[in-house]
């Protein structure tokens, strides 16, 4: 079965600092990958998602962005935060199946 | 435009009671409908999903409804127990493989 890590769990970030967060997979291979991000009283939003090595697909126009460098890692960046930034972001795979699994997530918080 | 509605913020139920979350959805093309659970702090886990080639699918006490010519789907937990209080997500999509599109979610308390 898969296993998706993120890290790290929270961080908390100055307006206008840079952003990295990581998310790898086990279990699988050559997996579609996800950001979502869960807003205070919001659902779930996609921001990317990827279906391969150096292959993004960008949902919403935004201050982030995403990198897939290897098969089974997929990072969000960020040059410099804004306050809405804040969230909660979930990486999630997809592989063989019509459901995602999603990993731990990372609270962010930008002051 | 929200596709996926969820239009119930919370919901309450006694334990050993129904509990009955709904999803209404826009999108005509949408045809495979999952519903995700989430915990505070933690990554939405998978519950049960249903395409729309049927009408109810069950899974223990969990069972989801399909109302395709209403554009509406619910959630059953029979009977409800304490560990079933999450926030609960519906979710679409137009096809296998497709991404999904995720409703606002249903905090549900179920009450000892």
């Known amino acids: 079965s898969q296993t998706i890590h993120q890290w790290p769990a929270t961080l908390v970030q100055p307006v206008g600092s840079p952003l990295s967060l990581e998310c790898t997979v086990e279990g699988t291979s050559n997996p579609n990958l996800y950001w979502y991000r869960q807003a205070a009283g919001r659902g779930l939003q996609l921001l990317f998602y990827?279906?391969?090595?150096?292959?993004i697909s960008s949902e919403v126009p935004q201050n982030l962005s995403a990198s897939r460098p290897q098969d089974r890692q997929f990072i969000l960046s960020s040059k410099k935060l804004l306050l809405s930034d804040s969230g909660f972001y979930l990486c999630?795979?997809?592989?063989?199946?019509?459901?995602?699994?999603f990993g731990p997530g990372t609270r962010l918080t930008v002051l | 435009d929200q596709q996926v509605k969820q239009n119930s913020p919370s919901l309450s139920v006694q334990e050993g009671r129904i509990s009955i979350l709904n999803c209404d959805y826009t999108n005509s093309m949408f045809d495979y409908f999952l519903w995700y659970k989430k915990y505070p702090a933690e990554g939405p886990t998978f519950l049960i999903s249903i395409s729309s080639i049927k009408d109810k699918n069950e899974d223990g006490r969990f069972t989801v409804f399909l109302n395709k010519s209403a554009k509406h789907l619910s959630l059953h937990i029979v009977p409800s127990q304490p560990g079933d209080s999450a926030v609960y997500f519906c979710?679409?999509?137009?096809?296998?493989?497709?991404?999904?599109?995720f409703g606002p979610g249903t905090r549900l308390s179920v009450l000892p």
């Open positions: 999630a795979s997809r592989f063989d199946s019509n459901e995602q699994f």
């Open positions: 990827s279906v391969g090595i150096g292959q």
């Open positions: 979710a679409a999509s137009e096809g296998y493989g497709q991404n999904f599109v």
